[in-house]
């Protein structure tokens, strides 16, 4: 079973730019979460796909926009980059069958920094 | 909205020693409660889960108890070893809603 992998490692953005950061979920989920960790600081959900559409969003920016698709992978791209935005950035799929919490798996994060 | 406390850190302990983390949460109706675990340069694991009051979670010699009177879910392990020297978060997610509200998160450090 393969487990949830997350590209590129580390990426460099400069202010302005956009950027897009790939997910490939496990093997048999169907749904994939994005979350950004700041430095120092707890994960926090920008968004969740599930079955190619968007499931519920967290507080952030409509600049943050994601994408799934029909092999349940996922992109979040970010557009008009800040400084903010530098972060780990952590994609964790689950097999959501309705109902109670589905545990969510997580990749080992996309280290992005912005200058 | 949902949140999650928990004390902040680092933790520094010697070897053998007890653990406790203390996390605290607010949320509407009866979440599920969740402590990960992320070691240095990698991505956040499941440590252990609890999904409804008095509830108790364990993995690895790590427990919690779900307590809803007091709206808490600290973490214990009796005896650290330098490998559980990691970043721990508490995290809850509201029922039917598969998604996690994290607390800032406490560094652990165990030294020999």
């Known amino acids: 079973e393969t487990g949830v992998t997350q590209s590129p490692t580390h990426l460099i953005k400069t202010r302005g730019q956009q950027v897009t950061l790939r997910c490939s979920s496990q093997?048999?989920?169907?749904?994939v979460s994005w979350y950004q960790q700041a430095l120092g600081q707890g994960p926090q959900f920008i968004f969740q796909?599930?079955?190619?559409?968007?499931?519920g969003r967290g507080n952030f920016p409509p600049r943050f926009s994601g994408l799934q698709f029909p092999n349940y992978s996922s992109e979040l791209n970010v557009n008009a980059l800040e400084l903010d935005d530098s972060a780990l950035y952590l994609c964790?799929?689950?097999?959501?069958?309705?109902?109670?919490?589905?545990?969510?798996?997580f990749g080992p994060g996309t280290r992005l920094t912005v200058l | 909205g949902n949140s999650v406390t928990q004390m902040e850190g680092p933790v520094t302990l010697s070897e053998e020693a007890f653990l406790t983390i203390n996390c605290t949460y607010t949320?509407?109706?009866?979440?599920?409660l969740f402590w990960y675990v992320q070691y240095p340069g990698e991505g956040l694991q499941l440590l252990l889960k609890a999904t409804k009051a008095d509830d108790k979670g364990s993995n690895k010699g790590f427990e919690a108890t779900y307590r809803k009177e007091t709206t808490s879910f600290h973490l214990e392990k009796g005896s650290v070893q330098v490998s559980d020297s990691a970043v721990y978060f508490c995290?809850?997610?509201?029922?039917?809603?598969?998604?996690?509200?994290f607390g800032k998160g406490t560094m652990l450090l165990v030294s020999p």
């Open positions: 796909y599930y079955r190619e559409e968007e499931n």
């Open positions: 964790a799929s689950s097999l959501e069958t309705g109902g109670s919490y589905n545990e969510q798996f």
């Open positions: 949320a509407t109706g009866y979440p599920s």
């Open positions: 995290a809850l997610s509201d029922q039917g809603y598969s998604t996690l509200t």
């Open positions: 093997s048999g989920h169907n749904t």
